[in-house]
């Protein structure tokens, strides 16, 4: 029992350290100011938008492509969730995917081995303890597919402009926001 602990941490840390550390990255948790933000719009202060636009093919980092092909990204994430997200530099998305991934592992021996007691004692509720750890299977693989996907589709947004601002604005009665997304043609 002692061993299959150990096998399940060992796999859950292994995870967690390639998502955080990721091939090609040096520390954990390093972002630069270029990468810094990748996971979520930033708020700020309202500001006058530079009349310079970014060169074509060029995101507003200055890279012109992601470190890794959008296919690359999704059989990365398919082996490993969160893996591809870890090359991408989106560490906090890639740690969520490794964790859901331990939390759904774990899950599923525990309810088979709970399910291997019940049948040794014969007990009542093996059909619901059968379905249960189907559900946790199901969501194993979802969580493969999740992360694949989501993978792709950050390789493909490589590019997408940053300079994404959300304003807080003052309205008659209430407070609203603002969000200004700039569209840039070729």
């Not at 500001?47 to 507003?60: K, L, R």
């Not at 694949?148 to 490589?158: D, I, K, Q, T």
Request: proline share 9%; glycine share 10%.
């Amino acid at each position: 029992m002692r061993v299959r602990h150990r096998g399940r941490l060992a796999v859950w840390c292994l995870g967690l350290l390639l998502c955080l550390c990721g091939p090609g990255h040096g520390t954990l948790w390093a972002q630069d100011s270029a990468s810094a933000g990748r996971d979520s719009a930033r708020v700020v202060p309202p500001v006058a938008i530079p009349a310079t636009p970014t060169p074509p093919g060029a995101d507003s980092a200055g890279g012109s492509k992601p470190p890794v092909s959008p296919m690359g990204a999704m059989w990365r994430s398919i082996l490993i969730p969160g893996w591809g997200q870890a090359r991408l530099n989106r560490k906090l998305t890639g740690a969520l995917f490794v964790a859901w991934e331990g939390v759904t592992i774990g899950m599923s021996i525990k309810t088979a081995q709970e399910l291997r007691y019940m049948e040794r004692t014969s007990s009542a509720g093996q059909s619901a303890k059968r379905k249960e750890r189907q559900d946790w299977l199901v969501l194993l693989g979802f969580n493969h597919l999740f992360s694949a996907v989501e993978a792709y589709v950050s390789a493909h947004l490589w590019d997408f402009p940053r300079d994404l601002d959300i304003r807080a604005v003052p309205i008659p009665g209430g407070v609203g926001a603002s969000v200004q997304v700039p569209v840039r043609f070729p």
